[in-house]
């Protein structure tokens, strides 16, 4: 699947910065969803220490939650760490991973934040953008915001804040595990994300789609 380019990858962090303020305004925080009949998940991770960005995609059947495709894409990191700029070092080779796509998903689930996120516009939101889908954010840690206790029992949550908007959900996704931390990233309201989030529970504290990226992340050998 192709993708039109919005932008070029090769900035200095001031400029992403103003870059990120430009393009959180464009995104859709209503919900504009064709019918799902493939769910993407994506991790993306790090090899030699940070000198090559690895992205693994996976494509599920809904509502029957079978793997179809899988790809993992290896390719030299662009940009170093930088606190808030993530998505700058981990996008292109996301997007070189779903350009390896057979068929194009109606939904993309991703490792990381979508709009909480300083400037709303982490990981899930930017490449949503990029890929005009609807993404949500489904993170393991908080990057932003505030939130009260989350009940114990698996689909309990409470709103992420910041600054007195809510930029997400801390969920409990399993009993006894701490919870994740979903927000929306392009076509969808909270409530949608939260919803397919819940859908696609399994057995583990990860939703479907992003536990299968993650474990298909973790493999050393090259699809």
Request: charged letters at 25%; hydrophobic letters at 45%.
């Amino acid at each position: 699947m192709s993708t039109t380019p919005l932008h070029e990858w090769n900035l200095a962090p001031a400029e992403a910065v103003a870059l990120q303020k430009q393009l959180a305004v464009r995104l859709e925080l209503e919900d504009r969803l064709d019918p799902v009949t493939r769910i993407a998940g994506v991790d993306i991770g790090f090899e030699e220490g940070g000198e090559i960005t690895r992205a693994a995609v996976v494509v599920l059947t809904w509502p029957e939650l079978t793997l179809g495709e899988q790809v993992v894409h290896r390719e030299p990191t662009r940009m170093p760490y930088v606190p808030g700029l993530l998505s700058f070092r981990e996008i292109p080779a996301a997007l070189a991973a779903f350009d390896r796509l057979a068929v194009r998903p109606e939904l993309v689930m991703v490792d990381g934040h979508g709009i909480a996120h300083p400037r709303r516009l982490g990981v899930a939101a930017h490449l949503g953008l990029w890929l005009d889908l609807p993404t949500i954010g489904v993170a393991k840690s908080r990057l932003c915001g505030r939130y009260g206790e989350v009940g114990e029992a698996r689909g309990d949550w409470t709103p992420l804040l910041d600054r007195h908007e809510t930029i997400g959900a801390v969920l409990r996704s399993r009993v006894g595990v701490k919870p994740l931390f979903i927000s929306p990233g392009h076509r969808l309201c909270l409530d949608t994300a939260l919803g397919w989030v819940v859908a696609c529970l399994g057995r583990t504290k990860l939703p479907e789609p992003t536990r299968l990226a993650d474990r298909l992340a973790s493999r050393r050998g090259k699809l």
